[in-house]
């Protein structure tokens, strides 16, 4: 399965705030990462980027208020194929990311 990941590093009693400011309650978490992802099945994976960047942009302060500094956060993209691995990020795409100073990350296997 493929997807788009917002991870946060951080300490597991703040997983519930971060629930309620990204409006996501699905339990998607790893060992002190709380991650809100969009899979491709999902209808808004075409516009994963942009909405994933909009809402650390909108949440910023709130993140900071919980001790969480963009340092902390990554977005991922999580690919699986088959056969041969292509990807493509738009130049809009990459300013949002780097204009928050996100740390992309991409993570690609074979099925």
Request: proline share 2%; glycine share 2%.
């Amino acid at each position: 399965m493929t997807s788009y990941a917002i991870r946060i590093n951080t300490e597991s009693h703040k997983y519930p705030d971060l629930s309620v400011l990204f409006s996501y309650f699905k339990k998607q978490t790893l060992n002190s990462v709380w991650q809100y992802e969009i899979t491709e099945e999902e209808n808004d994976f075409t516009n994963a980027i942009e909405i994933l960047t909009n809402q650390i942009e909108d949440n910023l302060n709130a993140l900071r208020k919980l001790d969480i500094e963009i340092d902390d956060v990554s977005l991922w993209y999580l690919y699986e194929y088959d056969g041969q691995c292509n990807m493509e990020f738009s130049p809009a795409e990459l300013s949002a990311i780097s204009k928050l100073g996100l740390t992309l990350c991409i993570s690609c296997w074979e099925k």
